[in-house]
């Protein structure tokens, strides 16, 4: 096991003082299984602060950038910028994907959804190492770098909007139906669950969503949903 610490310090442009954070912030909990006497533990508590520093420096970042957005507005947008499939596309651009440790098994499953999960969280991890070690200002201004680069896009596909809100309107328009959403499946360990969850008009399954959390699917159900149906009158 080896890390490339150097380019990993470039990615953020510094230096690190503890370099068993960041072994640990890739470490899943996976490969612990198949290693019970590695030097570090996995990555879920270094993950539980990364989710919670990421929030705070995106609040900020877009308070400051947008003072005239609404609060609802900014809740959408903050939801768009750390979701489990920009955080995890973000993972790909940065290649932090080449760090991870996982078990044998882990790194063959082919599936997307579990990938893209492990992948997110694995972001999360890595930021809050990088808090731990560096302190707020250093990872605000890495988080601020890259999702200035984001917004444009975002705000141009209008990625902030909640697909769930704008499928319950368009239902509610044309059928004057509220839709439901109903737990089909649920795969995997506690700790790394997969859902699958369908979206219902009435008694109909209009489309199916999966994701690491019934949220996550829902969200995904209602994205295909509004792909799937003709809602013109």
Do not use: C
Request: aromatic share 12%.
């Amino acid at each position: 096991m080896s890390i490339d610490f150097s380019r990993l310090e470039k990615i953020f442009k510094t230096r690190f003082k503890d370099k068993n954070l960041f072994i640990q912030a890739f470490t899943h909990r996976s490969y612990l299984n198949e290693h019970p006497n590695f030097e570090v533990g996995h990555n879920e508590r270094l993950e539980f602060l990364g989710d919670a520093v990421l929030e705070l420096a995106i609040t900020k970042y877009l308070y400051k950038k947008y003072p005239e957005y609404p609060e609802g507005k900014l809740t959408n947008l903050r939801a768009s910028m750390v979701n489990t499939k920009m955080l995890s596309e973000l993972s790909e651009e940065l290649n932090l994907g080449e760090f991870l440790l996982l078990s044998k098994g882990e790194a063959k499953d082919k599936n997307k959804k579990a990938r893209e999960s492990i992948l997110a969280n694995t972001f999360e991890a890595v930021v809050g190492a990088v808090y731990l070690d560096q302190g707020f200002e250093v990872v605000e201004k890495f988080l601020v770098e890259i999702f200035d680069k984001k917004i444009p896009y975002i705000l141009k596909k209008e990625l902030y909007k909640d697909p769930k809100s704008l499928f319950q309107e368009m239902s509610q328009e044309k059928y004057g139906i509220t839709p439901h959403y109903e737990v089909l499946k649920e795969e995997g360990p506690d700790h790394d669950k997969i859902f699958t969850v369908g979206v219902f008009i009435s008694n109909e399954l209009i489309s199916i969503g999966e994701g690491n959390s019934k949220q996550v699917a829902q969200v995904e159900a209602a994205k295909k949903g509004l792909k799937k149906k003709k809602w013109k009158k």
